[in-house]
């Protein structure tokens, strides 16, 4: 079976620092790749995903990741961050269309916690 | 984008009890809908796949018993946590959508005393 590890559990950057967040999955074959954000007291949301094609995919409010094959990863980055972006951070793997389904194997999670 | 909700927000009951949480669609048909688990300072657990007109899918561990699932129609799927007992306080979230895309309800807090 597949796995997610998220090695920083817990984030704290001052506005304006960059941002790296680790993800890491475990499967050898077709992977489809998420980033989910969870604002305090709201329900998850997608940040990005990637399925195929370029390897640097953006998603909105100014994340982009970048899925290294190689690596088995799919770190999640910007540039600047502003307190707005503390939240908690899942990265999740769907394996495949066809056996997975739509099944999504989440990592721990990482609280980011920007600071003014 | 899509929209799914979940009712109750919160539920306290007393042990022993059973509680029925919904999870709709709100525009849009999802044949298939996921419910989780969300312990405090964890990640989600996948706890079934709850498909419209047939039985769930269970993922291993999880007892089919204790966590009825039923999904009558494409907008509405139920989860029922019969005889609760503290342990079974947790975050319920569930997500329907399609192959490249869930949406994610904004979750049930259980707490069972």
């Known amino acids: 079976a597949q796995s997610v590890s998220q090695h920083n559990h817990h984030v704290i950057l001052s506005e304006a620092a960059s941002l790296e967040l680790g993800c890491n999955y475990s499967?050898?074959?077709?992977?489809?790749l998420f980033w989910y954000v969870q604002y305090p007291g709201q329900h998850l949301q997608l940040l990005l995903k990637y399925f195929s094609g370029d390897p640097l995919v953006k998603g909105i409010k100014g994340f982009e990741a970048e899925f290294i094959k190689s690596k088995f990863s799919f770190n999640l980055r910007k540039p600047s961050v502003q307190w707005s972006d503390t939240a908690e951070y899942f990265c999740a793997v769907n394996v495949g269309l066809t056996g997975g389904g739509n099944k999504l194997t989440f990592g721990t999670g990482t609280q980011l916690k920007v600071e003014l | 984008g899509a929209v799914v909700s979940q009712h109750p927000s919160r539920v306290i009951c007393k042990s022993g009890t059973s509680v029925k949480i919904e999870c709709r669609s709100l525009d849009f048909q999802a044949t298939t809908m996921f419910w989780y688990r969300q312990f405090p300072k964890q990640s989600l657990m996948l706890m079934a796949t709850?498909?419209?007109?047939?039985?769930?899918?269970?993922e291993q561990g999880v007892e089919k018993d204790k966590f009825l699932i039923n999904h009558a129609s494409l907008t509405l799927s139920t989860l029922t946590v019969t005889s609760a007992h503290p342990e079974d306080s947790s975050f319920y979230i569930c997500?329907?959508?399609?192959?490249?895309?869930?949406?994610f309800g904004p979750g049930t807090r259980l707490l069972v005393l």
């Open positions: 499967y050898g074959g077709t992977v489809n």
């Open positions: 997500s329907a959508g399609g192959k490249e895309t869930q949406y």
């Open positions: 709850s498909n419209e007109g047939s039985k769930a899918t269970y």
